[in-house]
C-alpha cells in the first residue's frame, strides 16, 4: 500500500468563481510544490477544463481525476468524480441538457475560461455555471454510478450548498458511499449529529479557487498500486470512495 496525498475538490478558471490565475498548468505546479499527488479537476457543472488538465498533469507526473461540482436542483454541491476522461466528458454532455442556460456576466461573476492543453485560453463558457440543474440528487447519484463515477456530498461542514444545510439532515436516499468535509475538526462533530455518516468514507478537501487555496498537507490515502499505473490508482480511488 502507498500513502497518497490528495486535494479531491479544486476549481479552474472555468468556474466563475475560480481565480483566472486557476489554470490547468498552475493547478498541477502548485500540487507538485504542495507535495500532492493525486488531484481532482471539480469545476462548476461543466467537466471543459478536464482534458487540459489531464495534459498538464501528465507533463508533471500528478495522478489526475477529472470531476465536476454539479449543483443540483435542490441546490446541493456535490462532487462527481470519474475514471477516465471519457466518462467525464459524457458526463459533461448529459449536465448541458440540465443546465440552466442564462448568459453570463463577467464583470459580475468572473470569466469562464476554456483552456487548452498548452494552457491557452481556447474559448469562454457563455453561460453562467454556478445555477443550479434539474438533476436531483438521487438522479446525479445515479448517473455518476451508471457511469462508473463516484458521487457525493461536498463540504457537508459548511452552510453554502451543502447537503445538511439544505436538507437539515444527511439523507438516507440515494446511499451515498462518502461524503466531503471543508475542515478535517469537524469530522467528530458531524458524525455524532449523524450517525448515518459514521461508517462512510470521507474526505477532506479545498475547494480551491485560488492558487493559495489549494491543500498544503492533503488528505492521506493508502493505494495498493502494483503494477503502478496512473490509471490503477485512478481506479482504485474510485473503489475506495465507492466503499468498495
Known amino acids: ?26 493547478i498541477v505546479g502548485m500540487a507538485v510544490v504542495n507535495g500532492l499527488q493525486i488531484v481532482a479537476l471539480t469545476d ?23 470531476g465536476m461540482e454539479l449543483t443540483t436542483g435542490e441546490d446541493i454541491h456535490v462532487v462527481c468524480l470519474f475514471r477516465t ?17 442564462i448568459p453570463n456576466e463577467p464583470e459580475t461573476f ?11 485560453i ?11 440543474t434539474d438533476l436531483f440528487l438521487e438522479d446525479a447519484y445515479e448517473l455518476v454510478k451508471s457511469l462508473g463515477g ?22 438516507e436516499e440515494p446511499k451515498f458511499t462518502a461524503y466531503e468535509l471543508n475542515g478535517a475538526d469537524s469530522e467528530a462533530e458531524y458524525c ?10 470521507h474526505t477532506v478537501s479545498s ?17 495498493d498500486d502494483e503494477p503502478y499505473s496512473s490509471a490503477l490508482v485512478r481506479n482504485k480511488l474510485i473503489d475506495y470512495l465507492s466503499g468498495k
Open 150 to 171: 463516484v458521487c457525493y456530498p461536498a463540504h457537508i461542514d459548511r452552510m453554502s450548498n451543502g447537503v445538511i444545510a439544505m436538507l437539515g439532515t444527511f439523507p
Open 1 to 26: 500500500m502507498t500513502d497518497y496525498r490528495c486535494d479531491l475538490h479544486i476549481h479552474s478558471c472555468l468556474s466563475p468563481c475560480g481565480d483566472d490565475e486557476m489554470t490547468p498548468a498552475n
Open 207 to 223: 475547494d480551491a479557487h485560488y492558487l493559495w487555496d489549494i491543500s498544503e498537507e492533503g488528505f492521506v490515502i493508502s493505494i
Open 122 to 132: 481556447a474559448g469562454e463558457e457563455e453561460c453562467l455555471l454556478i445555477n443550479a
Open 44 to 66: 462548476h457543472n461543466s467537466a471543459k477544463n478536464c482534458p487540459a488538465f489531464f495534459a498538464q498533469a501528465k507533463a508533471y507526473g500528478i495522478v489526475p481525476i477529472p
Open 110 to 120: 468572473g470569466h469562464q475560461y476554456i483552456m487548452d492543453e498548452n494552457d491557452e
Open 192 to 201: 455524532e449529529r449523524f450517525p448515518i455518516i459514521q461508517n462512510l468514507v
Open 85 to 101: 476522461l471519457e466518462d467525464a466528458m459524457e458526463f459533461d454532455r448529459i449536465v448541458e441538457g440540465h443546465r440552466m442556460l
